[in-house]
């Protein structure tokens, strides 16, 4: 063990917690009482501090504001039936949040900051991880370029945050998709497998679009032909067709690189499927439905889990799901769930001990 960051710390004089009952609490409304504040100036990393949540100062020529550079990252901590906390996963996101800063001409975030201080805030504020089931404590860092001028550059100086929201359970309904030929979400060479704030701004008015027509998100599809099938929204994307288990591979680099979808992987082949990361085209999947043989469509992101697809829409075409007779996609959601619950051994060592 290295020595321990200096964080200062600065408490809250009184709990907001006495004022709130967590039991069934909305996704990322409210916050807990502190929140970590970091900052990049002259090539480092300084005023670390864990204080009372708080609105920021900021000037109006804020260049993440005009220009940008904005990444952020979600994680979640959980507390198990014997009452301990546990992170899962954080050193995933710690990777991906310096793969998102490098692409988007960002500093990297150091270790000792980004978990040690995620670490020492959520020890802080452990009272808001609810300890219920389906429930956690969602961590949102984020950071931001501070420069002050409109000259369009990579930032000097940086903000780096981190955010504690506690969640009741995402009761995800069973969610209607269309496929997406018009707009773009990500083409090889660009940001899609950043985790930056413009790739959600870049995407709003497909969703909106969307839920015109009573569709909850898109599915996108590449960039040229409009064919093979990335995500939908901020979750990845599975097929189980004939028993086998299919989902876009990554390596054009148009598809984040979730963490759950990584869990899913590993899960599922321990399960026994076989799991095939190819590239996949909406022709081969509407052959598939066609043919029955087209059996779950499930989304995989930390908000939600697991999100089963109950309808698929591709022009004219609409591919119905009774997700109520989907077994692959409920087996995996109760054994994830389990293991971030501490019910069952955590094999691989995804569980991170507060
Ligand atoms: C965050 C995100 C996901 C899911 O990633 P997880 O690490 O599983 O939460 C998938 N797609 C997009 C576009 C995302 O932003």
Avoid: C
Avoid at 97 to 104: D, G, L, T
Avoid at 112 to 125: A, K, N
Avoid at 182 to 207: D, I, L, Q, W
């Amino acid at each position: 063990m290295t020595e321990a960051l200096d964080i200062n710390v600065i408490k809250a004089e009184r709990s907001k917690l006495n004022d709130l009952n967590l039991e069934n609490i909305p996704f990322g409304k409210y916050f807990s009482d502190h929140m970590l504040e970091a900052d990049y100036e002259n090539g480092e990393w300084k005023n670390v501090e864990i204080k009372p949540y708080q609105p920021l100062l900021l000037e109006p020529s804020l260049s993440a504001l005009h220009y940008g550079q904005a990444i952020f990252e979600g994680i979640k901590a959980y507390r198990s039936d014997n009452r301990e906390a546990f992170i899962f996963r954080p050193y995933d996101n710690f990777r991906r949040f310096n793969i998102s800063a490098e692409r988007m001409n960002m500093p990297e975030v150091p270790e000792e900051i980004f978990i040690e201080g995620m670490r020492q805030l959520i020890e802080l504020d452990k009272n808001w991880i609810p300890a219920r089931k389906d429930h956690s404590l969602y961590i949102r860092p984020v950071m931001f370029a501070t420069d002050t001028m409109l000259g369009v550059k990579p930032s000097d100086s940086y903000k780096f945050l981190i955010l504690l929201s506690p969640t009741g359970p995402y009761y995800a309904a069973p969610m209607k998709i269309a496929v997406e030929e018009k707009y773009t979400r990500a083409a090889p060479g660009g940001v899609g497998f950043s985790k930056n704030a413009g790739n959600y701004g870049g995407s709003m008015r497909a969703a909106t679009e969307a839920k015109k027509q009573g569709y909850d998100q898109v599915l996108w599809t590449d960039a040229f032909e409009h064919k093979w099938l990335q995500e939908v929204g901020m979750m990845n994307v599975f097929f189980i067709i004939n028993g086998l288990v299919v989902t876009p591979s990554l390596e054009e680099g148009t598809i984040l690189a979730g963490v759950t979808r990584d869990s899913a992987i590993t899960l599922l082949k321990e399960m026994g499927y076989t799991v095939d990361e190819r590239k996949i085209s909406i022709d081969e999947l509407t052959e598939a439905y066609r043919k029955g043989h087209l059996q779950e469509v499930f989304g995989t992101g930390t908000a939600a889990t697991i999100a089963m697809i109950q309808e698929l829409k591709y022009r004219d075409e609409i591919m119905h799901f009774d997700t109520s007779k989907f077994k692959v996609a409920i087996e995996l959601r109760e054994k994830m769930n389990n293991i971030k619950e501490g019910r069952i051994e955590d094999k691989y060592g995804w569980l991170y001990k507060i």
